[in-house]
């Protein structure tokens, strides 16, 4: 028993973990704007597409996981300064409405450049290395310590810099923050540009892993919101907990069921939090209702 | 309360029905007129929802492609009766949307959203990756449907007529429902929801109302959808729809109905005109959302008063 499960349980963190990169950004954009951003499928599909193209010029894998992160933030900040910038003041459909239309014209952009036919990135790390009675693929090892690494970072940045203290102030009280004399627009546009970096980290390493087509946003999309409203929407250290949690539900639950049945019942144990406790593990109470 | 018809939607309607008898209306733009309108009338009926009660339901696309599949199967099974289609299409939607607006309206705003969304995604996982419907194929190659025994709808200008028909029903019931006291319940609960139910009104059972209303009639212009395009897939089910559905309300203009019905032919005939001339059509349509969205918020059909949408104002409690 322990041999099956184990396997199982490590494919959990380690999809987790990356879960976990794109859920944060999402998570971070939700408590900031109020929007529910639908093209950040699409920011993480970009991230492999940028991957992509930077393994293509310079051969090396770990160019790209700088390049692409990169290349995608600066999308993102351009993105929010043209099109999220003008809706501050506005209703979050709005912003809903727009990020639904910038997914349309990222993916449809991705497949006229490089087509819609499925890729593949090879991994840059190969083998696999004995663990507790079995072997696992060297890649996902480096995966789930780099992306577990990633998110420490991410964690003593919120908690220990100036600057992340200020995105937090921004999540908890935009207008309080501006009063007090910060660059509320410029927090968001860079905020917005981390976010959108993230999800280009997870996308690019999860790569090696998954295939690489325009439509994979659109396949995790779902998935990244359902770690966020798990998590408690805004709840940064929330969607990390639930990213871990889907992932090894979900990877658990396979040796049961088949894919299929695995989606229905992620979905049927959403519908019953969001009736339960619709706030998630550590939202806010009484927020956006 | 008025008179749900006016003269101006009278005449609108008549140059409808007179519009094939125009030389230039060929096969293909009849086609063309079918889906605009099927697919402007289920933008009219998520409109009850969103503009008038204040409910954004992420998940139309299950309605419309439950009936969708209701009619298919019967269809498939050599069951030509529209009527047949109509009711079992009432019947499944309904049952559907009991179930889903029962623990969706218990919440609101964006939870709202998100639990039509993940109750839409379960059928649509179901219908994608079971057999029984056909899979990832659905239901293909469907036989035309008849109204009366004998008397089968299998020409553009009959399909034409089909809808145009459906639209006129659904804009009587939607018309019907916003000038009534029913309405008057559901804009107090858009404005207010505790001030509505500190009146006394049982705001859950209005809510369910209105969107068992609004997932009917979807259902029914999904029931029509295989007559004219000869399948049900479940691509129909997909969050994306409902994402096209909303866009569609949007685009008009909330809380008009004639708005969303302008908005979704305007969406489906711009999808069409763009993607005969190049292949990245999407691209256009995504900008034209964006431009919406930033520069005409209010719809080509505006609301004149602020928009309200309680629920979903961030910290709003």
Request: hydrophobic share 55%; proline share 4%; net charge positive.
């Amino acid at each position: 028993m322990v041999s099956v499960l184990l396997p199982q349980l490590l494919h959990g963190l380690v999809f987790g973990a990356a879960l976990g990169l794109l859920a944060l950004g999402l998570t971070v954009i939700f408590g900031l704007l109020g929007v529910m951003n639908f093209a950040h499928g699409e920011l993480y599909m970009f991230g492999a597409y940028a991957g992509i193209a930077a393994i293509g010029l310079t051969g090396s894998f770990w160019v790209a996981l700088i390049a692409a992160p990169l290349a995608v933030g600066v999308v993102g900040a351009l993105t929010e300064v043209a099109t999220l910038r003008p809706l501050y003041r506005r209703e979050p459909l709005y912003g809903l409405i727009l990020t639904f239309g910038l997914a349309l014209v990222f993916r449809e952009a991705v497949r006229q450049i490089w087509g819609g036919d499925m890729r593949r990135i090879l991994p840059p790390v190969e083998g696999s290395t004995p663990l507790l009675g079995m072997t696992y693929p060297n890649y996902r090892l480096f995966l789930l310590a780099f992306a577990s690494a990633l998110l420490l970072g991410i964690w003593l940045f919120f908690t220990r810099t100036r600057a992340g203290i200020i995105v937090r102030a921004a999540v908890q009280d935009a207008e309080m923050l501006d009063g007090l004399g910060v660059n509320v627009p410029r927090v968001f546009t860079l905020t917005f540009a981390g976010s959108a970096a993230l999800a280009a980290i997870a996308g690019l390493l999860l790569a090696p892993i998954f295939t690489v087509y325009p439509q994979m946003g659109v396949e995790m999309i779902l998935l990244a919101f359902i770690v966020v409203i798990l998590g408690g929407m805004g709840s940064m250290g929330g969607s990390v907990v639930a990213a871990f949690v889907i992932g090894i539900t979900q990877s658990l639950l396979t040796l049961w069921m088949n894919p299929q049945r695995v989606a229905i019942a992620i979905f049927g144990i959403m519908i019953v939090v969001l009736i339960v406790r619709p706030r998630g593990f550590f939202g806010r109470e009484g927020v956006l209702e | 309360m008025s008179n749900p018809l006016s003269l101006r939607a009278a005449l609108v309607f008549a140059a409808l029905a007179l519009l094939p008898l125009t030389p230039w209306m060929s096969k293909y733009y009849l086609l063309l007129a079918f889906d605009a309108l099927l697919f402007g009338a289920v933008a009219m009926s998520l409109d009850l929802l969103i503009g008038y009660t204040g409910l954004v339901s992420f998940g139309h696309a299950a309605f419309f492609g439950l009936g969708a599949y209701s009619a298919a199967v019967l269809l498939e099974r050599e069951v030509s009766s529209l009527w047949l289609s109509l009711g079992l299409a009432v019947v499944v939607v309904g049952l559907y949307a009991l179930l889903v607006s029962y623990f969706a309206t218990t919440r609101r705003g964006i939870y709202f959203a998100l639990l039509t969304l993940i109750f839409a995604e379960v059928v649509y996982t179901v219908f994608r990756y079971t057999q029984t419907f056909g899979g990832s194929d659905g239901i293909q190659g469907l036989p035309p449907p008849s109204i009366l025994p004998g008397v089968l709808v299998d020409t553009p200008v009959g399909n034409y007529y089909l809808v145009v028909s459906y639209l006129f029903f659904a804009y009587l019931v939607c018309r019907t429902v916003v000038s009534s006291h029913f309405g008057q319940v559901l804009a107090a609960i858009r404005e207010n929801e505790d001030r509505a139910r500190f009146l006394g009104y049982d705001v859950p059972r209005y809510k369910m109302g209105v969107c068992m209303i609004s997932a009917v009639l979807t259902g029914l212009a999904g029931a029509l959808y295989p007559g004219r395009a000869a399948y049900a897939t479940p691509d129909l089910l997909h969050w994306s729809i409902s994402g096209e559905f909303l866009i569609m309300v949007m685009i008009g203009g909330l809380g008009t109905l004639v708005g969303p019905i302008i908005g979704g032919a305007f969406l489906i005939v711009l999808q069409e005109k763009v993607s005969s001339y190049v292949q990245w059509y999407s691209i256009i349509v995504g900008l034209v959302l964006i431009v919406i969205v930033l520069f005409v918020p209010k719809g080509l059909l505006g609301f004149r008063g602020a928009l309200r949408l309680r629920g979903l104002r961030r910290g709003s409690t």
